[in-house]
């Protein structure tokens, strides 16, 4: 829905640089993420990402009372940054308009700021709005170093053991939904084996010969960069809380997962793990096959 209030982020924005102007434990922010930048120009479902620097950052990851500077916070908690490894007070104000306040002490920021992850981060584009000390001074260095980095790859031994816990774990969540815990397997499939999917999925497209696209952390734009076909085969993967539909998903999610591990071993030069997918695959098909009254014991 359209914003009914007259709050924008705008405001927020030019109230967060008074506020800091007047805080002393604040000594520089910047904007990142769809506001920061060009790469993916904010829309209207975005949301603003301030990165704070600060002499004590508990004072202001701690307290709430400070939010109420730039418009009514209605709902506000703590939460892992995206990258980085940091923490941020994520808030939803008025009309909606969503910001997150991720804070870092002076060393932490020195540091951090030199992770690959976070120079890709930069890379997208930046806007400083407050730097009382000149900490982002070598900002536009490194937007230039991180836009010259390829996404990192894992090592081969990484890759490998990626594919053994996804396998693994089919055989786990087979193991679960035979035994009645529906939920323990959807969670299985849908929040362990689906994010080593999408890792595969990334990693394929990376190593394809020519392949020229951005990559987001986590799930971020997979609709834009994936491809529609790719997409479209997502639509089988998530199960509903059902014990027939979570042994469909189950198997399409190590159906796609074979396609992609495979593709990868191919274009790394890896041996693909073909004994841990046979194995796997068959303890899955054979409980799948089983009839039998959950809890009886083999």
Request: hydrophobic fraction near 40%.
């Amino acid at each position: 829905m359209n914003n009914p209030y007259d709050l924008t982020f705008s405001q927020i924005i030019e109230r967060f640089v008074t506020y800091a102007k007047e805080n002393g434990n604040i000594r520089a922010a910047f904007i990142v993420g769809s506001r920061g930048g060009e790469v993916k120009p904010a829309d209207r479902w975005s949301d603003l990402d301030i990165v704070i620097v600060a002499q004590t950052p508990s004072s202001l990851l701690n307290q709430e009372e400070w939010l109420c500077r730039m418009g009514m916070p209605y709902i506000t908690f703590l939460e892992k940054t995206a990258v980085g490894g940091g923490t941020e007070r994520r808030v939803l104000y008025e009309g909606g308009l969503d910001v997150d306040f991720a804070v870092f002490s002076e060393p932490d920021f020195h540091e951090k700021k030199q992770l690959n992850d976070v120079q890709q981060v930069l890379a997208k584009g930046f806007h400083v709005i407050i730097d009382k000390d000149k900490l982002t001074d070598d900002f536009d260095h490194l937007q230039q170093q991180a836009g010259s980095l390829d996404q990192p790859s894992p090592s081969g031994e990484e890759v490998i053991n990626d594919m053994h816990d996804f396998w693994y774990h089919a055989v786990w969540a087979a193991k679960k939904i035979r035994r009645g815990e529906l939920l323990v397997a959807k969670s299985a499939c849908d929040e362990h084996m689906k994010p080593l999917l999408m890792n595969a999925i990334k990693l394929e497209r990376q190593t394809r010969n020519g392949a020229d696209i951005e990559l987001w952390h986590g799930y971020r734009f997979f609709e834009e960069w994936a491809g529609p076909d790719l997409v479209e085969r997502f639509t089988h993967l998530f199960p509903r809380y059902e014990a027939n539909d979570i042994w469909s998903s189950l198997t399409e999610t190590m159906k796609l997962y074979r396609e992609m591990a495979k593709e990868v071993c191919a274009r790394m030069d890896l041996q693909y793990p073909s004994q841990a997918d046979a194995f796997a695959t068959e303890w899955v098909t054979t409980l799948k096959n089983e009839r039998c009254v959950p809890g009886t014991k083999w």
